[in-house]
């Protein structure tokens, strides 16, 4: 009999802060403001580093290396594809060029630029994408990009990386400053909480285990981590699962030696990411599975569905990215694992689909309440302006 001790719990080692499941004093800071400060700190190490944005400045974060260097700053305006043919250029000149956009235009809008101009030749280039996600919120479906990973991804020579938190996008974007080579990386409008610290293993290219536990593995990138970790919280309180959780903010190139492991060592995966499950981490994740630990695995993720408006943490919900739903998609996958069977559609979609109703509701009654009896409204009639 192995006499081997079975770690399971928060992994002292990935330095984590000490209130991490304090939610109400956990520090609230968007993954945005981690990019503009990253900027700052390589702009201050490397004199040709510059940076370009498409009239989001404020938006994007770049505004802060604007301030500290403004003869490395260049206002590109709305040319998303003038903006990474120009970056591809500069960086052929000996600069190193950090592109900045909302990540719906860039990847979004410029792709062929940055596949052919940028990937194509190798350049020195760094993407950055903001705004990504679905806690965009009221913006809706036109800027909830959700393909960037996917989009980015597919493309040769490109690195693709989906930092936590505050903290560790300012870590990548430092990071990314002396990688040489085609760098994307997304982040974040919301608020989202800091849980790692200046203390917490990053390397690029690698995966790291937040929490350990061999009844299953949680694979999640972005801010969705700390959902993860509430997930795994929540099964080892309520039903004494142990899950591990991974925080893969290297999606390619992909650390499958810590991925194929934990797939050995707990049998059963659960991906987790707020972008189309279809080709994205989880597809990514089943890919190199399928073809070295074949286990059963389930996603968390946009579901082939487009984003909608509403507050970013209903929208959220909406589309069961949240702790009850990994949860849900935990159970799932543990069921599977034992052989047992299962229902077609996975509880935690179908509970998903029950808060989108539940959300779309909301907003129409919230929209009649200030529409007049015209249109269908509570409100007069005479409240209606005249013109």
């Known amino acids: 009999m192995s006499t081997k001790k079975i770690q399971k719990g928060i992994n002292p080692q990935a330095y984590l802060v000490r209130n991490l499941f304090d939610t109400k004093s956990l520090k609230q ?22 940076v370009l944005c498409c009239d989001l400045t404020e938006s994007t974060r770049s505004e802060m290396f604007k301030k500290a260097f403004p003869n490395r700053f260049i206002q590109m305006g709305i040319a998303e594809q003038a903006l990474a043919s120009i970056g591809a250029g500069m960086s052929m000149a000996g600069k190193v060029p950090f592109i900045s956009s909302y990540a719906a235009f860039s990847p979004g809008r410029n ?45 040769p020579n490109m690195r693709v990386e989906v930092p936590c938190d505050a903290i560790e996008t300012r870590k990548t974007t430092v990071a990314g400053a002396k990688f040489v080579g085609p760098f994307y990386f997304r982040f974040a409008r919301a608020n989202s909480p800091v849980f790692t610290t200046e203390k917490t293993p990053f390397k690029l290219g690698t995966a790291e285990i937040f929490r350990f536990g061999n009844d299953l593995t949680i694979i999640a990138a972005g801010p969705l981590v700390y959902e993860a970790l509430l997930a795994a919280e929540m099964l080892s309180k309520d039903h004494g699962i142990e899950a591990r959780v991974i925080n893969c903010h290297s999606v390619k190139p992909l650390d499958e030696k810590t991925i194929v492991t934990a797939a050995k060592e707990t049998g059963a995966i659960v991906t987790v990411e707020e972008g189309q499950v279809h080709g994205g981490l ?27 408006s509403g507050e970013p943490r209903q929208v959220q919900e909406a589309f069961g990215i949240t702790a009850p739903f990994i949860a849900l998609a935990c159970d799932r996958v543990l069921q599977r694992k034992m052989g047992k ?41 005479t409240s209606m302006r005249k013109k």
């Open 29 to 50: 800071i968007p993954t945005r403001n981690g990019y503009g400060e990253g900027l700052v700190e390589a702009g201050k190490k490397d004199k040709n580093i510059v």
């Open 111 to 155: 792709w062929e630029q940055i596949k052919t101009t940028i990937a194509l030749q190798n350049s020195n280039v760094k993407i950055a994408g903001a705004h990504a996600g679905l806690s965009v919120g009221p913006d809706g479906a036109t800027h909830q990009m959700l393909e960037d990973i996917a989009i980015a991804s597919v493309i």
């Open 341 to 381: 069977a299962v229902s077609k559609i996975p509880a935690h979609i179908t509970a998903a689909d029950e808060q989108r109703l539940l959300m779309r509701e909301a907003i129409m009654k919230e929209s009649l309440s200030r529409a007049p009896v015209k249109w269908g409204g509570k409100k007069p009639n």
């Open 282 to 308: 989880a597809g990514i994740i089943c890919e190199t599975l399928a073809l070295t630990t074949p286990v059963p695995v389930e996603r968390v993720g946009a579901q082939d569905r487009f984003g909608e």
